[in-house]
């Protein structure tokens, strides 16, 4: 957390405002998915409860805090009311591994008669060196939330759309992790910011002893591995329950699925939980394969020459450098967000056996396949 004082409070107070950062957003999603449906279909969404319907979710939250907490008489109490609880901390701890922003110095300087500092402040909760194992381990716990509110329920149905859940995570899960094998082959690391360093400048690869360079193209990895960009994106819609894979909350077999007894400020839990993890997702799309928070066609050091240029201060300057990346960071994360959006009101909800034949039998054999390409690729690029 930190060597002294100040250091420890700063970082204790980012982690409080990237959790905050990441609840608060929910609100705004909500609104974006009504008003973007609607958009879709041809509606209005809503409209009415102030500009552009923005108050609506000052209603909804109201609605959400004052419902009555209602608990099943069949229900095991323990595991009822926690499974909502358990259901955000996984997204909110993995969420907070992600990189988004170039680090902030803090100089030196005199406070309450004592020196402090120099500082470096990362735009992150915290930094791990394997960050893809923690941030996909973490997030994975979230099958047993959805076990407890099945279980916890005392109902059946709930109990059908907890196994169902779990079973297509489980299942899954083993394409999403195989699909960023070859990135990690790629880029040699776990670390999720060395990775994004990777990404920096124009395009540019190796084969044999030959180096070319597409200077109208970004370095990201998209370009090197499409295919498993395209795996791990549609896994990570199976991963948080989205359409068309929402087989957990089928309202015409199932009534709600998993959360079928849940209703007030234990449903808004859940529902946290989930858009939680479509960010996880976003952000892990955007640190994969399209640069993370680094600007096209510019590095980190280019960014940081310029704004030193305009502010002359050392610690202005990494502070404008941080406020760019950031911004660069969120309209890539912006883009995935709406997209997980634009496919729920676009495509139709697959068939059960449908969405485990594609997992099984159609993306676990591409990703293997993906993995071994990538392996010899690598191999004859640097024979």
């Known amino acids: 957390m930190g060597h002294d004082i100040f250091e420890i409070t700063v970082n204790g107070i980012k982690l409080v405002l990237i959790f905050l950062l990441m609840v608060q957003a929910v609100p705004m999603l909500v609104w974006l998915e009504r008003r973007g449906s609607a958009f879709i279909q041809n509606r209005f969404g809503p409209n009415r409860v102030g500009p552009l319907g923005l108050l609506q979710l000052g209603a909804d939250a109201i609605k959400f805090l004052t419902k009555e907490n209602f608990v099943p008489t069949s229900a095991k109490k323990a595991l009822f009311y926690a499974a909502p609880v358990f259901a955000l901390i996984p997204g909110a701890v993995a969420f907070s591994a992600i990189p988004m922003a170039t680090p902030v110095y803090i100089e030196a300087f005199e406070m309450f008669g004592q020196n402090w500092g120099p500082y470096r402040f990362l735009v992150q909760g915290y930094e791990i060196g394997v960050g893809i194992v923690f941030i996909l381990g973490v997030s994975s716990l979230a099958a047993y939330t959805i076990l407890m509110a099945g279980w916890g329920s005392g109902n059946k149905f709930s109990l059908m759309g907890a196994l169902r859940a779990s079973a297509q995570t489980i299942s899954y899960e083993l394409a999403l992790g195989l699909s960023i094998v070859g990135v990690i082959m790629m880029f040699g690391t776990f670390n999720l910011t060395e990775m994004i360093n990777a990404q920096q400048g124009p395009l540019t690869f190796k084969w044999m002893e030959y180096t070319v360079t597409a200077n109208w193209l970004p370095n990201w990895g ?127 909800r697959f068939r059960y056996d449908q969405l485990m034949d594609l997992g099984w039998k159609t993306m676990l054999p591409w990703a293997l396949a993906n993995t071994i390409i990538t392996a010899f690729i690598i191999y004859f690029a640097t024979i």
């Open 222 to 348: 998209i370009f090197f591995q499409p295919l498993g960009a395209l795996l791990f994106f549609t896994a990570t819609f199976a991963e948080s329950n989205r359409l068309p894979f929402d087989l957990a909350e089928g309202e015409s077999e199932l009534v709600a699925g998993f959360h079928t007894e849940y209703g007030g400020f234990k449903m808004n839990l859940f529902f946290i939980g989930e858009y939680a993890h479509m960010m996880i997702a976003s952000g892990l799309m955007t640190v994969f394969f399209f640069g993370g928070y680094s600007i096209p066609y510019f590095s980190v050091a280019d960014v940081q020459a310029w704004a030193l240029s305009v502010t002359q201060s050392e610690m202005s300057a990494s502070i404008l450098s941080a406020l760019l990346h950031f911004l660069s960071f969120n309209i890539k994360f912006g883009f995935f967000l709406w997209t997980f959006i634009w496919v729920r009101w676009t495509l139709p």
